[in-house]
T-cell receptor, first 114, second 113 residues
Framework: AQSVTQPDIHITVSEGASLELRCNYS??????LFWYVQSPGQGLQLLLK??????LVQGIKGFEAEFKRSQSSFNLRKPSVHWSDAAEYFC????????????FGKGTTLSVSS | NAGVTQTPKFQVLKTGQSMTLQCAQD?????MSWYRQDPGMGLRLIHY???????DQGEVPNGYNVSRSTTEDFPLRLLSAAPSQTSVYFC????????????FGPGTRLTVL
């Protein structure tokens, strides 16, 4: 069964600094990978997703993620963080096999300092 | 489109009571799922459905029941509420399943005393 690990529980970044959130997955075939963001008191919103093709994917709000098969990673990056990026970020992995579920990591909370 | 709607937004139950959390979507999605979110635990899958009449268990199904009689609705039933079920519950839907973008409802915050 697939699994997702987000090693960092909480990260604090200064406004304007770059950001990288880590995500490692365990899966036998080519996974379907997602990053979602949850603002306080809100539901989850998709940032970006990877299915195949170019390993660097662009998302909304200036985020990007790079798929590295050799490292089983799908890290999320942003060149310059804004205070409004403070939120909880979840990595998730899906399975192309019919009838299977989407599995989430435990999340990383991002705080932005001024 | 209303997207994914959940009712109620907040609920307080006493131990042993039963209740149903409602989830509906108007996007004609085949795949629907229920997650619970607890601090430090991320989102854990409770039950999911790949179409009307088809449901399956997720990671934490005990104490919960689901059915899918229509494409639009996917209610989650708590059979006999326990304090361990205090959580925020999210319903999600997608067109094709776990490989597709999930659309989440706003959540239901449940407290069991």
């Amino acid at each position: 069964a697939q699994s997702v690990t987000q090693p960092d529980i909480h990260i604090t970044v200064s406004e304007g600094a770059s950001l990288e959130l880590r995500c490692n997955y365990s899966y036998g075939a080519t996974p379907y990978l997602f990053w979602y963001v949850q603002s306080p008191g809100q539901g989850l919103q998709l940032l970006l997703k990877y299915f195949s093709g170019d390993t660097l994917v662009q998302g909304i709000k200036g985020f990007e993620a790079e798929f590295k098969r050799s490292q089983s990673s799908f890290n999320l990056r942003k060149p310059s963080v804004h205070w409004s990026d403070a939120a909880e970020y979840f990595c998730a992995v899906g399975d192309a096999q019919a009838g299977t579920a989407l599995i989430f990591g435990k999340g990383t909370t991002l705080s932005v300092s001024s | 489109n209303a997207g994914v709607t959940q009712t109620p937004k907040f609920q307080v139950l006493k131990t042993g009571q039963s209740m149903t959390l409602q989830c509906a979507q108007d996007m004609n999605h085949e795949y629907m799922s229920w997650y619970r979110q607890d601090p430090g635990m991320g989102l854990r899958l409770i039950h999911y459905s790949v179409g009307a009449g088809i449901t399956d268990q997720g990671e934490v199904p005990n104490g919960y029941n689901v059915s899918r009689s229509t494409t639009e609705d996917f209610p989650l039933r708590l059979l006999s509420a326990a304090p361990s079920q205090t959580s925020v519950y999210f319903c999600a839907s997608s067109y094709r399943g776990s490989t597709d973008t999930q659309y989440f409802g706003p959540g239901t915050r449940l407290t069991v005393l």
